[in-house]
DNA sequence: TTACTGACTCGGA
DNA sequence: ATCCGAGCCAGTA
């Protein structure tokens, strides 16, 4: 398993619930700063078991950028967040201000 | 091994 | 503020 996945499934396994992060974020603690994209890669192919928080990575806009045939997971997300209280706007957007996860690593 | 893909981002118009 | 184009690079085939 590649060190950048593993990375990346330990860095969102430890965003606290209530709270979201973007993807360049993940990236970047993740040790490859311009990797975002493939961290919805490596998301997009976690089972359901894994008891990853997914669901608390968004784009930085704080909207969820899923597309195509993962709508039902997109849905998915937004009723997750709900249901921990992190609140949409009318424009199905997140303010990342408040529930932005700013991580401790210095 | 090479080629293609895209659950992102940033910078310029 | 909004829109658009192009780089990015780990996965996957």
Redesign the pocket.
């Known amino acids: 398993?590649?060190e950048?996945?593993e990375n990346?499934i330990a860095y969102v396994a430890r965003v606290p619930k209530g709270k979201v992060v973007?993807?360049?974020?993940?990236?970047t603690a993740s040790g490859?700063?311009?990797?975002?994209?493939?961290?919805?890669?490596?998301?997009?192919?976690?089972p359901s078991d894994s008891g990853v928080p997914?669901?608390r990575?968004?784009?930085?806009?704080g909207y969820?950028?899923?597309?195509?045939n993962?709508e039902a997971?997109?849905e998915l997300?937004k009723q997750l967040l709900e249901k921990e209280g992190v609140v949409f706007d009318d424009n199905f957007t997140i303010d990342m201000k408040r529930f932005g996860f700013r991580d401790g690593l210095k």
Not at 32 to 46: C, E, H, I, K, T
Request: charged content about 20%; glycine content about 10%; overall charge positive.
């Open positions: 398993m590649s950048f996945k990346v973007s993807y360049g974020q993940v990236a490859s700063p311009r990797a975002a994209r493939q961290v919805g890669g490596v998301l997009r192919a976690l997914w669901w990575v968004v784009n930085r806009d969820l950028s899923i597309k195509g993962w997971s997109k997300q």
